[in-house]
């Protein structure tokens, strides 16, 4: 009798150990994680210049990308790993390109936590940029990646607090990260020492501070929502995000940094205005006598943006910079190299219409500066023949009077291109 | 004899019954009452709501595509004002794409809304347009998913069926409009609207939404079970161009208790995890 209890007891308890052997090794870390999630999509995109550039390669663009990203998460936490295996046939280099890799967190009801390689955008302006200083990526912008590629990621952790007054995010980023700027390899530009545009002849080589924890960026922005107006405050203590400097020796630099400024959006008649406006202390040269070192400036942004017609948005920016120490930058500039005006203007038109059930997209976004003569037109069709194949092809044309300004440098980079992306 | 009286009796009860159940389909019910009611149930039922929306769109050549999204929706304080996220999961290139709006049932104030691109990490402002334009490149339109302002048409009972109420409505500024009017098939006994027909001046119908599978949801109401019916299946079809979209719900949730602090910026750009699952 007694041996028949304990035979049963054993065979229950042994049921009962049954699922726990067996989930023994599966029980492992992996089991807090949710079944990852995978996506991306492969591309192919191909482009030239309309222009000879004797400094550049006929092909601005010519790729192929597979980007994948990965998806998880716990009961505390999503996590998210995303890369872009590139070969690049104008580098002629393969590359690896991680994108994201991050960590989010909600540990309290009022606070948000992203640890990690991420994209980080604030700000209010339509592909123009105040008190956005996350790093951009303006080669892929101009050779005729797709726009997104025009957000860099940053190495950073970003802290957002909610509250009834107002709601903060502290962005910071313990090295420095610059933008992707233009270095001469995939576009050609301005060089003020050759006093001529140069490219693959002479590649921009940079001083970029690089320590870790010293050379640091912190970016603040305080922001509230008061009736659906869109209210915030930034400040940012770091770096020019672009070479904005020079040594002695002629290598590019990044001077020191800091950024005040303020923003608004909201309804405004049928449509969406926004102004913003930054002051850009340039900390290394407050004095605007060092030739060497970009001025302080006052940044100032209005913008528009209306549906004008059934699945047609136009939108107008209108964009001020403007140099605080001109007089010592004038008396300063050595007399080979072209100055600046002090006030740069820039007007900005988007017209943006969808076709074929929002399956064609026409977009014509054109910067055009009245103070430097100088315009970059940046026309896109995008076309989604299924739910996973999808067609790009559009233009980056810069025209202007004088070699030196800001789009007109780029006028030989004048190019067209075309993708075909799938995407799972 | 005490049989017959039974009967009679049993009868002329089940009469007044029947007579007190017509009564108020058919005197106390005026037209605006069951607009009202038709209106509430299709897009304001319970405080909050969410679900899972799986969406055909289907060309006159056969050829689909689909999109999958979470629907998360609250009733705002101000009567008729709402506020909602559509948080898409297909197709890939715009998954995790979040559109949020709110949305002012006062004529003349125009909704407000957002666009949260995931790649940029940009939270893009929407101007407010044409809300007869098509939501998501599918034939539904805008203003059929978040519901028309009441007071831009005018109702007309036009003649009750079986089982129910045929409204005519005809706007009070038809030159702006693609149709000339739409006629409401409201069911008598849920107020659900069955069946949108749209005509054009000639009274040809071009566009017609149905609601191909009505289920009863259950829901705590302030402490109550309720239930709720709701549209699971919803079809619209394009008479002129031969399309057609399909809108089936899954995992319809109602009064969640979702705050208004959802609705704000923080959870456009990260999903609150309990509106995913």
Redesign the interface.
Same mark, same amino acid.
């Given at each position: 009798m007694i041996a028949k209890i304990t035979g049963c007891l054993i065979f229950i308890a042994l049921l009962q150990s049954v699922p726990v052997v067996a989930a023994e090794p599966e029980a492992s870390v992996f089991d807090v994680f949710s079944a990852p999630q995978i996506? +991306?999509?492969y591309e192919v995109r191909g482009g030239y210049r309309i222009h000879n550039d004797p400094y550049e390669k006929d092909m601005s663009v010519m790729e192929t990308r597979l980007e994948l990203e990965a998806s998880t998460?716990t009961e505390q936490a #999503?996590f998210k790993l995303k890369g872009d295996l590139l070969g690049d046939l104008v580098t002629e280099q393969g590359d690896f390109d991680l994108r994201e890799a991050w960590v989010?967190a !909600?540990p309290t009801d009022a606070m %948000?936590i992203k640890v990690g390689r /991420?994209?980080? &955008?604030w700000g209010t302006g339509d592909l123009l940029f105040i008190n956005d200083l996350f790093p951009k990526d303006w080669q892929a912008f101009f050779i005729g990646r797709n =726009?997104?590629y025009?957000?860099a990621p940053s190495d950073a952790a970003k802290v957002?607090i909610?509250g009834e007054a107002a $709601?903060i995010d502290i962005v910071y980023t313990p090295q420095f990260d610059p933008d992707r700027y233009i270095t001469g390899e995939y576009l050609s530009y301005w060089n003020n020492d050759l006093g001529r545009r140069a490219g693959r002849d002479a590649y921009v080589h940079t001083d970029r501070p690089n320590d870790w924890f010293r050379d640091d960026e912190v970016a603040v922005r305080l922001?509230k929502?008061i009736n659906?107006y *869109?209210l915030a405050l930034y400040g940012y203590t770091g770096f020019w995000k672009s070479p904005a400097g020079q040594t002695l020796t002629g290598e590019a630099t990044f001077p020191d940094l800091n950024v005040y400024g303020a923003s608004a !959006? +909201? /309804?405004l008649g049928? +449509?969406?205005a926004?102004a913003e406006m930054g002051y850009y202390q340039s900390a290394d040269d407050e004095s605007g006598k060092n030739p060497l070192i970009n001025n302080s400036e006052m940044r100032y942004l209005v913008g528009y &943006? @209306? *549906?004008v017609a &059934? %699945?047609l =948005?136009a939108g107008v920016q209108y964009y001020i910079e403007q140099m605080l120490n001109y007089g010592a930058y004038k008396d300063a500039l050595p007399p080979t190299v072209p100055s600046r005006d002090r006030d740069r203007h820039v007007a900005t038109f988007r017209l943006t219409k969808l076709l074929m059930? @929002?399956?064609l997209q026409l977009s014509m976004f054109t910067y055009y500066s009245p103070t430097d003569n100088d315009a970059y037109l940046r026309p896109t069709l995008l076309y989604?023949a &299924? #739910? $996973?194949l999808?067609f790009e092809t559009g233009a980056n044309i810069f025209f202007g009077q004088s070699p030196h300004t800001f789009f007109a440098q780029f006028e030989n980079n004048s190019n067209i291109y075309t993708a075909i !992306?799938y995407?799972? | 004899m005490k049989c017959l009286m039974t009967a009679i009796a049993a009868i002329g009860l089940l009469l007044a019954a029947e007579a007190a159940a017509l009564d108020p389909n058919s005197r106390t019910l005026t037209v605006d009452e069951i607009v009202n009611k038709a209106n509430q149930v299709a897009y304001y039922q319970g405080k909050d709501g969410k679900s899972k929306v799986q969406m055909t769109i289907t060309d006159k050549q056969g050829r689909t595509r689909n999109r999958e999204f979470f629907i998360l929706r609250k009733n705002a304080e101000v009567v008729g004002d709402q506020k909602y996220f559509v948080y898409f999961q297909a197709p890939a290139d715009v998954r995790r794409m979040v559109f949020m709006v709110h949305k002012h049932a006062d004529e003349g104030q125009d909704d407000d809304r957002w666009l949260y691109l995931p790649n940029l990490d940009l939270v893009r402002r929407i101007a407010a347009g044409d809300k007869r334009t098509s939501f998501v490149g599918s034939d539904f339109l805008y203003e059929d998913v978040s519901g028309r302002g009441l007071a831009e048409d005018t109702h007309e009972l036009l003649r009750m069926t079986d089982d129910s109420y045929v409204i005519k409505n005809v706007p009070k500024k038809p030159d702006t409009m693609d149709f000339a009017y739409y006629l409401v098939y409201v069911d008598k006994t849920t107020f659900m609207p069955t069946k949108m027909e749209y005509y054009e001046k000639d009274d040809k119908p071009y566009r017609v939404i149905e609601s191909q599978k009505i289920e009863m949801i259950n829901a705590t109401e302030d402490g109550k079970e309720v239930q709720y019916p709701t549209a699971t299946r919803s079809t619209v079809k394009d008479l002129k161009n031969g399309s057609a979209t399909e809108m089936v719900f899954s995992e319809v949730q109602y009064n969640l208790g979702l705050s208004d602090d959802l609705f704000t910026e923080r959870y456009l750009k990260r999903p609150p995890r309990e509106a995913m699952r």
């Open positions: 996506h +991306g999509f998460s #999503d989010f !909600r %948000d /991420q994209i980080l &955008t =726009t997104d025009l957000k957002s909610f $709601n922001y929502n659906n *869109e !959006r +909201g /309804q049928s +449509g969406i926004n &943006t @209306q *549906e &059934t %699945d =948005t059930n @929002q399956n989604k &299924t #739910d $996973n999808s !992306r995407s799972f | -």
